[in-house]
Nanobody
Framework: QVQLVESGGGLVQDGGSLRLSCAAS????????MGWFRQAPGKEREFVAT????????YYADSVKGRFTVSRDNAKNTVYLQMNSLKPEDTAVYYC????????????????????WGQGTQVTVSS
């Protein structure tokens, strides 16, 4: 089992930036990809970004393209989400996820493709 811990959330102004971190531990061997998802109150959890661990190939939701960047630090088993030009509509709890499923369709960011989930970190953007 892979344990995931998110950090870096907080309160920022419209147009500001934040960097989220996700540290993986436990049985991390064989991890195929990691992803970021978010959920606002009263809404469904939605795909934000994914990254293939081996190649570093990334995929983004249309709503965050050009503003968010997902990256990884192999030595630290950590994934980051750099968020720039934040908007009030980005306000949500952000979750980190990992999968060992090599058939995962990363460009679609299917929730059912991911095996492990973090506890979430709150991001609030004020207007």
């Amino acid at each position: 089992q892979v344990q995931l811990v998110e950090s870096g959330g907080g309160l920022v102004q419209d147009g500001g930036s934040l960097r989220l971190s996700c540290a993986a531990s436990g049985r991390t061997f064989g991890t195929y990809a990691m992803g970021w998802f978010r959920q606002a109150p009263g809404k469904e959890r939605e795909f934000v970004a994914t990254i293939r661990w081996s190649s570093g190939t990334t995929y983004y939701a249309d709503s965050v393209k050009g503003r968010f960047t997902v990256s990884r630090d192999n030595a630290k088993n950590t994934v980051y989400l750099q968020m720039n030009s934040l908007k009030p509509e980005d306000t949500a709890v952000y979750y980190c996820a990992a999968t060992k499923r090599v058939l995962a369709i990363l460009s679609m960011g299917k929730i059912t493709d991911f095996d492990s989930w973090g506890q979430g970190t709150q991001v609030t953007v004020s207007s």
